[in-house]
């Protein structure tokens, strides 16, 4: 099996060295356990925040122990009763071409008729609960609302917007270049974009949402936030998603400079990880499914193929070269 290893903790962008691709035995499965042939790796911009050592919201990954990230597979042999031979499994699982599980740390994937297997993990597996539970369970927004979205083409940030005006708001989304702004008003049906790259978001933000900002969903955090704090309605909700621009940092980054608009504005300011909502996937995935089948959720998938390429994959996401959802192919479907 090739699986990679955490070799070496970055200072701070990800190196050569960081993780390192081995070849290693297979131990031959025991009562209880199955084997997945992987096909796709999610790429989350969080799996940079695990080689470092800061305190998170869950273990890191040790030096020296194979790089975890969220894996997609067809069972191929099995002794758990529970998990078939041919079936789907997901979970949370070392980046290699085969795993091993016990059922503790993986689940048979939902079976949706008329979503392929990228769609279904691509959308359904990390981003799209994130957004669903970010904005409506977070963010709480009211119909007439006005949302502001940071990283908003990427693979949360897309699918934000969409719910969003599912729900009756009007949505704004922030995200660098005059493309990737094209496509959240022409694909995912925002009705403006700001290119922070060549925009002053700030001003930008007043013309747009002359009246403040109802929910604003951070992605990004630093300056995108501070545009955002600077721009919030009184008692609007500030849902702390992601903050992407400090994650390549050896040390927590300084506060939000706009911190004084929580009183200002009196905001309810609320950060959130979706793995707490594992027990609700069902429900959420159910609801994502209905809207992707129903053309009413539009994303793009960023695949990439071959197990080699996945540590250039991770690294798309910090510098925005990355066009919707990155995942790695790993086998065939
Ligand atoms: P994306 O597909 O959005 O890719 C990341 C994007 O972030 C890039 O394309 C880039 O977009 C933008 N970006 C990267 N670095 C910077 C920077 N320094 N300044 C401004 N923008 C930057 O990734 P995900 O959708 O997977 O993740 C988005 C956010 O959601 C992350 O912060 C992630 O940690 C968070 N998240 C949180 C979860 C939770 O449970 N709370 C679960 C999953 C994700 P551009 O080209 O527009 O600059």
Known sequence: ???????????????????????????????????????????????????????????????????????????????????????????????????????????????????????????LAVAGPTALVGLMEIGRPKPGDTV??????????????????????????????????????EEFGYDAAIDYKSENVVERLRQLAPDGIDVHFENVGGEMLDAGLTVMKDFGSVVICGLISTYNSAEPVPGPRMFRNLIMRRLRVEGFVILDYAARYPEFQA??????????????????????????ALKLLYSGGNQGKVMVRIGAE
Request: hydrophobic residues 45%.
């Open 1 to 123: 099996v090739r699986r990679w290893h955490f070799n070496k903790r970055p200072k701070q962008d990800i190196e050569p060295d960081t993780l390192v691709l081995r070849e290693e035995p297979l131990a031959a499965l025991k009562d209880g356990e199955f084997l997945v042939r992987s096909v796709y790796l999610s790429m989350d911009a969080t799996n940079r925040l695990w080689l470092g050592d800061l305190d998170l919201y869950m273990a890191p990954v040790s030096l020296g122990a194979p790089m975890i990230g969220f894996l997609a597979g067809e069972i191929i042999e099995s002794r758990h009763p529970d998990f078939p031979v041919g079936s789907l499994a997901a979970g949370l699982k070392p980046w290699a071409d085969f795993v091993v599980s016990d059922g503790s740390d993986m689940q048979l994937m939902p079976n949706i008729p008329g979503l392929k297997m990228a769609d279904a993990f691509g959308i």
């Open 287 to 312: 609801k994502l499914a209905q809207w992707m089948l129903e053309g009413r959720l539009h994303y793009r998938l960023h695949v990439v193929d071959g197990l080699d390429n996945a540590v250039d």
């Open 148 to 185: 502001v979205v940071t990283a908003a083409a990427g693979a949360v940030g897309m699918l934000v917007g969409q719910i969003a005006k599912i729900h009756g708001c009007r949505a704004i989304g922030i995200a660098g270049g005059a493309e990737k702004c094209r496509w959240l008003t």
